[in-house]
């Protein structure tokens, strides 16, 4: 009898734990996560180039000028702070394998811009 109370105990508290999930993941938010991560993108891409070119070297080109690094590489720290902010602000999305953009094309998109 014990056992029993203890598994609908469990069973009540795993209902109310998972039902505000159904909630919160009743809308395909895909749209404005898929602009968020784009925008990282685009930093990524900008910003990674820059710090790969030989003109971030000293005049000697044989030391690395510390100031134009340091501009690339907080462009990048905004950019993933500025990211960070907007996911936690955007509900959970129910997500989709059809419509646009799909969940593959934004984990290819996060990808392609982490890598």
Do not use: W, Y
């Amino acid at each position: 009898m014990l056992a029993l109370r203890a598994f609908f105990a469990l069973a009540a508290a795993a209902v109310a734990v998972a039902n505000p999930l159904n909630t919160r993941q009743s809308t395909n938010t895909n749209a404005a996560i898929n602009e968020i991560v784009s925008g990282l993108d685009e930093t990524m891409h900008v910003v990674m180039p820059n710090l790969r070119k030989s003109d971030l070297l000293g005049p000697a080109n044989e030391t690395i000028d510390n100031a134009n690094v340091a501009v690339q590489v907080n462009t990048l720290i905004t950019a993933f702070n500025n990211v960070t902010s907007a996911l936690a602000a955007t509900p959970v999305s129910s997500g989709s394998t059809t419509v646009l953009p799909t969940n593959d094309d934004i984990s290819i998109l996060f990808a392609d811009c982490t890598s």
